[in-house]
């Protein structure tokens, strides 16, 4: 994939540039973007890491990217034929439950449409898989509809490994931890079965509009 | 900040622990269900920052706890602990 470090110097100079400019126009920016930060949320204009285990190395020769479950012919892909699939950039603000927000993050990928596209199931949810064992569960309906993507560029680079490169899932409208790093595939299934965090603590849904962070919320 | 740096060792949540049990825990020491391997929390795997904390086993890596705080709540899963053994405080 070509770099573009000409854009890269633009960017930071830019960053630089709202540094500067806090001061002066801060509060009117926040203003602005306010209905766009779900409540308990601020604005971040880094990209922090969250990371439950180490990074894992990951092989493109033999990475694989999986639909299985409730599926009669389990679906599987290479990197090459993955990275061959019609794909989009997405410009899309995202939420962590950490409560930090970055708005306009840019990603390429691919649709989960086109990967389940043809796909007859009796499933109503999911479970997105990682290396490492991660898990994290969605229902359906959440990640069809132009609702997620699998991506592996970031901003115009390929993903970093620290934000879950070569591939990571992307579900905006959910909290960020169901955008799972380092995704491998997808389960489908009739019931719900709680991913990593959802098990202990964290809400079976996610929704930073509603706020819903633990069980119970 | 590197990836390596993002390890921390159980000292990290040696005031989490202290919050859950009410008393010092990084002397205790836990058995790996996965491994069988036995550590003292001190000297195991942290990542910190994760949603929760995530406690790793230093020799196989597996999840020895995960510790969730929120909303006035703490949820512990100790399924990856097969055995916790600490001293009367
Ligand atoms: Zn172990």
């Known amino acids: ?217 | 900040m590197s990836v390596d740096e993002r390890k921390l060792d159980g000292n990290a949540i040696g005031g989490l622990l202290r919050e859950i049990f009410t008393m010092e825990m990084t002397a205790a020491e836990t058995t790996c269900a996965g491994c069988g391997a036995i550590n003292a929390l001190g000297r195991v795997d942290v990542y910190m920052d994760a949603p929760g904390a995530v406690v790793r086993c230093p020799s196989c890596e597996s999840v020895l706890m995960r510790i969730v705080h929120g909303r006035g709540r703490y949820w512990v899963d100790l399924t990856g602990t097969r055995c916790l053994e600490f001293a009367e405080s």
């Open chain 1, 1 to 217: 994939m070509r770099r573009l470090p000409g854009r890269r110097i633009l960017r930071d100079t830019q960053r630089l540039m709202g540094f500067i400019s806090r001061g002066f126009k801060g509060k009117r920016r926040d203003t602005a973007s306010s209905s766009r930060v779900p409540p308990g949320q601020y604005v971040v204009n880094d990209f922090p890491v969250l990371s439950a285990g180490p990074t894992p190395r990951v092989n493109l020769d033999q990475w694989t990217f999986s639909i299985e479950g409730e599926i009669d012919e389990p679906k599987r892909w290479t990197w090459k034929e993955l990275a061959a699939l019609p794909s989009e950039t997405v410009i899309k603000d995202i939420h962590c439950v950490t409560k930090w927000s970055k708005l306009d993050t840019s990603w390429k990928g691919v649709s989960v449409d086109v990967l389940l596209q043809g796909v007859e199931t009796a499933a109503e949810f999911t479970t997105i898989f990682s290396d490492g064992g991660y898990t994290t569960n969605v229902p359906l309906d959440d990640i069809t509809g132009n609702k997620a993507w699998v991506v592996y560029e970031f901003d115009g680079q390929p993903l970093h490994p620290e934000h879950g490169g070569p591939v990571r899932f992307l579900v905006p409208h959910l909290y960020f931890w169901k955008s799972a790093k380092w995704v491998r595939g997808i389960r489908l299934q009739k019931e719900e079965h709680p991913g990593f965090w959802e098990s202990n603590g964290y809400n079976m849904y996610g929704d930073p509009w509603r706020e819903q962070r633990y069980w119970g919320d």
